[in-house]
């Protein structure tokens, strides 16, 4: 992988041979960029944070819309139309369908550098509907798919940021390009290193991405997560009456189960920090059917790309020993995958100086039980894993975290795919309940109430003040690349887990969709008939168990 440059040196064709070097031709570009007084920074940042207060109606209406469409990976399509028609309506020119995927696209403003990328993820969870406002579970469809991972607060937290800062930027006349842009199926980590691959980020200063927590904070350096590669292993044997003549049918199903059980063993001999865990979309059609077709998919995780490499290796010859075992075939495919994420310094601090400004929301006493509501329905733990205290939401501002070197491993996300091309930062914003499981119907109870809506606008704060000190301090893009390149990227190279040729997974859950969908539209959210989502599903905020009522509203605030 080529390391990039920055902005300045490729609009001006230069061609430098050390990153020594950029430090000593920087100041010419600092002068080159608009530069305005702090008095006059602090102002505009404050006119901002007056502009944000009042668009929360608008941002209370995107965050429920895009809830109520409870979309899953790769089938984001009217998620996508609503808020292409937002950023259309406001000046963005789209491009539609980017990277091979019909629900993604990019949506750009403005002219010149600093081109700025602002994204988020905007795909739910299988099975995780839910009625928000109600701690405990209550779906609105039985067995339909919900925001169990709150992604349908990020991009109208980006959006509501982006317009306000784009009035400053119009009237005050400053340079620069916003460019907004989705996370596909992020639950598949199906899309961003296709991004990359194809060249949507090459011209990108610096990135921005927003993930919904429960906190308002954010990290640099090694974040802790594991990269990973989604790997489908698909065995092809013989049909075969399985009583009449099952010694002339071989089956696909055993060698997914021959496969599984060899992974399992080779567990006891792996290392603590790695994550794997398959799921079996194709265990053939009935049991008097030898299966002639069989599927397995796994997620293998760990924390450096070489240990991810080691697993998808090693499972490959698994598969291979499985179809020795059982004189079947088989074929493999990658679905998805993430680096280990890495985020920059520089950024992170910009950033952490304009959370300090902002500060957590102010909850109510309803948010409050509503949270410790949810909180005792799911048997919270009292700490998290930081040994901070979970007692309903948060009530003191996060730090800013470090770099977590000795991880013991975790989850995953493809916004790493894009931390190790441009400068990246991942704000979280205080929008979900602590203490919960995660990929679950609970995360989804807070996502379309006013503990959602306050936290993203919380966040579009943050947001929008950091991106004008981008633009307007071009010494933070500068330090950012120092970064980048003297020390994320000094000893470790990107190589994608994506090939030339590999295709992005879009077929994925079409079927679900199309099976819950019909029903799931009744439900969308009407904001010209209801001032919100709960009023339209006549939901009384907070609705919680009798029992956890006198539990939980004796603590207050
Ligand atoms: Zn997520």
């Given amino acids: 992988m080529k390391r990039k440059l920055p902005h300045l040196f490729r609009r001006a064709g230069l061609v430098l041979a050390s990153a020594g070097f950029v430090s000593a031709l920087m100041p010419t570009q600092a002068a080159a960029q608009t530069t305005i007084s702090p008095a006059k920074l602090e102002a505009l940042k404050k006119e901002m944070v007056a502009e944000i207060d009042k668009q929360q109606k608008s941002t209370q209406e995107m965050v429920d819309m895009v809830f109520s469409f409870g979309e899953l990976g790769f089938q984001e399509t009217e998620t996508s139309r609503y808020l292409t028609d937002i950023l259309k309506k406001n000046g963005f020119t789209i491009e539609q369908g980017i990277a091979g995927m019909p629900t993604a696209w990019m949506a750009k403003w403005g002219s010149g550098k600093p081109v700025i990328a602002i994204g988020s993820d905007i795909d739910c969870i299988p099975k995780a509907s839910q009625k928000p406002g109600v701690a405990y579970h209550d779906p609105i469809i039985e067995g339909a798919p919900g925001h169990g991972e709150g992604h349908n607060s990020g991009e109208p937290l980006n959006i509501t940021a982006v317009l306000a800062l784009k009035k400053i930027m119009q009237r005050e006349k400053i340079p620069g390009t916003l460019v907004l842009w989705p996370g596909v199926a992020e639950e598949q980590l199906g899309s961003k290193a296709y991004f990359v691959r194809d060249g949507y980020f090459k011209n990108v200063d610096a990135c921005i991405f927003t993930h919904v927590g429960d906190n308002l904070g954010t990290s640099y350096g090694d974040v802790g997560g594991n990269g990973m590669v989604s790997v489908k292993f698909n065995f092809s044997g013989q049909a075969a009456h399985s009583a009449g003549a099952p010694w002339r049918g071989r089956s696909a199903l055993d ?189 989804a109870i807070s996502m379309a109430t006013p503990i959602a809506h306050k936290g993203v606008t919380a966040g579009a704060k943050a947001e929008a003040m950091t991106l004008l000190d981008l633009l307007v301090k071009p010494e933070i893009i500068k330090n950012a690349w120092a970064y980048f390149n003297d020390v994320q990227t000094k000893d470790t190279k990107y190589t994608p887990f994506v090939s030339k040729t590999d295709k992005p997974a879009v077929e994925l859950n079409k079927k679900i969709m199309a099976e819950f969908r019909p029903e799931m539209k009744k439900y969308y959210y009407n904001p010209a008939k209801y001032k919100t989502y709960l009023e339209q599903l006549g939901i009384k905020y907070p609705t919680v168990r009798p029992a956890a009522t006198s539990q939980t509203t004796t603590g207050g605030n």
């Fill in 255 to 443: 060698a997914v189960e021959l496969m599984d059980v060899a992974w399992n063993f080779h567990r006891e001999h792996m290392e603590v920090t790695q994550r794997s865990h398959y799921v079996i979309p194709d265990g053939g059609d009935q049991p008097n059917v030898v299966p002639s077709k069989a599927a397995v998919w796994y997620y293998f995780r760990d924390r450096t790309y070489p240990k991810i490499m080691e697993m998808y290796q090693d499972a490959i010859k698994m598969a291979q020993g499985a179809t020795m075992m059982t004189n079947t075939e088989m074929t493999y495919e990658v679905l998805g995958s993430a680096w280990p994420g890495h985020m920059n310094k520089p950024m992170a601090e910009t950033m952490y100086e304009n959370i300090k400004l902002v500060g957590l929301p102010a909850w109510s006493p309803e948010d409050q039980t509503l949270a410790r509501a949810t909180q005792v329905e799911m048997k919270a733990p009292k700490t998290d894993r930081r040994g901070r205290p979970i007692d309903g939401l948060a009530m003191k501002l996060d730090s800013l975290s470090k770099p977590d070197n000795n991880s013991i491993g975790g989850g995953s996300d493809d916004i790493a795919d894009i931390s190790w091309n441009v400068p990246t930062i991942v704000l979280r914003y205080p929008s979900n309940i602590p203490g919960l499981p995660g990929h679950h119907w609970s995360n």
